[in-house]
């Protein structure tokens, strides 16, 4: 009998990816997938996935469906902690310690702005190394609350550092990183770095291609049911993150492509002002995202078979531009 996996986020950019992945393995997975626009149900449908309506505030939804299923993948909103204290609480009324929850994270937490002392490189096999994460975004505190609420369940923790790629899902394909740095480049006809230049050379941030980390759920997921991960710890956290850039080295690859379309003037990048930032870069004072310093290595994710073997953040970048330029209609 195929296990019956519930997903959150599957209209998303990580969670329809992770669900054309589960797809591939018809014989393993049944999936129903919550959904907010019933026009995603009929595609659903025709992939054989169950549409399930409500959003992460239906708590009571969550429980149930997180209870009559082997497993659930959360891939849709991290930050918000109701939804997943009401998922941990379906999965535990089934009494079983088997009951699988997959929570998506983020490296972001981890981020030290430029003017800070070069960042730590954290290990997701030293589980002190990954609770010494600094708690500055609210996203880690659903991740302490997993921490300290999941040990009668089998719970782990995939924590994606920058993902980028043309997705595999059925809705969303590309991820919210990079297409602020195409458009804000085309708008002002340079292209830019979210930070002050001057202090950006050292500064690595770490990337996954969207396949490899679709790969890595499945991985995760696979490994979990069987139970045949070995660790001791109660809930184990995986670094999706398979290599480093610079936000430099990456601004000049923007810029070379946007040049090479003649859609910015010039190769040399320079800060983007305040206006593009605000415009083209969510999250207000989380833009700073996009100019910290984040390094992690995962190790515990490679222990258990992940070996990624995508193109790498420059290969994938044509892609992207392409299919940017494609959905804001400029040629
Ligand atoms: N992309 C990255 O590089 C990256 C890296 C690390 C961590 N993350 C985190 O991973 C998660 C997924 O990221 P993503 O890139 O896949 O984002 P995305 O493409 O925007 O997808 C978000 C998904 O969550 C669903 N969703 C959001 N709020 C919901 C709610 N209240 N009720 C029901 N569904 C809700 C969305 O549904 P609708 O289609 O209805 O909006 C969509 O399916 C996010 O928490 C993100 O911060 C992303």
């Not at 049944?30 to 959904?35: G, H, R």
């Not at 595609?43 to 309506?53: D, K, N, R, S």
């Not at 609210?138 to 924590?159: G, H, M, Q, S």
């Not at 996954?208 to 696979?222: G, P, T, Y």
Request: aromatic share 10%.
């Amino acid at each position: 009998m195929p296990f019956k996996v519930f997903l959150t986020g599957a209209s998303g950019y990580i969670g329809g990816s992770v669900l054309s992945e589960l797809l591939k393995f018809p014989d393993k997975y049944t999936v129903s997938a919550l959904i907010r626009k019933r026009e995603y149900a009929d595609i659903l449908q025709e992939h054989g996935v169950t549409p399930v309506f409500g959003s992460l505030d239906d708590a009571e939804l969550l429980t149930r469906w997180a209870k009559e299923s082997d497993a659930v993948i959360h891939a849709a909103d991290y930050e918000h902690l109701c939804a997943v204290q009401a998922i941990v609480k379906g999965l535990k009324e089934k009494e079983d310690k088997g009951a699988v929850f997959i929570h998506t994270s983020s490296t972001t937490g981890i981020i030290l702005p430029v003017d800070q002392p070069a960042s730590q490189t954290y290990d997701d096999m030293n589980m002190e190394s990954v609770k010494s994460i600094p708690r500055n975004l609210p996203y880690r505190l659903v991740d302490d609350w997993i921490f300290e609420n999941c040990k009668d369940i089998t719970a782990a923790i995939v924590a994606p550092s920058v993902v980028h790629g043309i997705g595999s899902g059925l809705f969303n394909k590309i991820s919210i990183y990079h297409p602020g740095f195409f458009k804000a480049g085309m708008e002002r006809r340079r292209p830019g770095l979210v930070g002050n230049i001057a202090n950006q050379p050292n500064v690595v941030f770490g990337n996954v291609n969207i396949h490899d980390l679709a790969d890595l759920f499945q991985i995760v997921l696979e490994e979990s049911l069987s139970n045949t991960i070995e660790s001791e710890d109660e809930v184990r956290f995986y670094f999706g993150s398979a290599k480093d850039h610079s936000w430099v080295e990456f601004a000049q690859a923007v810029g070379k492509i946007l040049h090479n379309r003649g859609l910015v003037d010039t190769i040399e990048v320079s800060q983007f002002e305040p206006e593009y930032v605000d415009k083209y870069f969510p999250g207000g004072d989380l833009s700073f995202i996009w100019a910290g310093d984040s390094r992690c290595v995962a190790n515990r994710s490679r222990k258990i078979g992940w070996a990624p073997k995508y193109p790498d953040i420059f290969g994938t970048l044509e892609q992207e531009v392409n299919y940017v330029l494609e959905k804001s209609k400029i040629k």
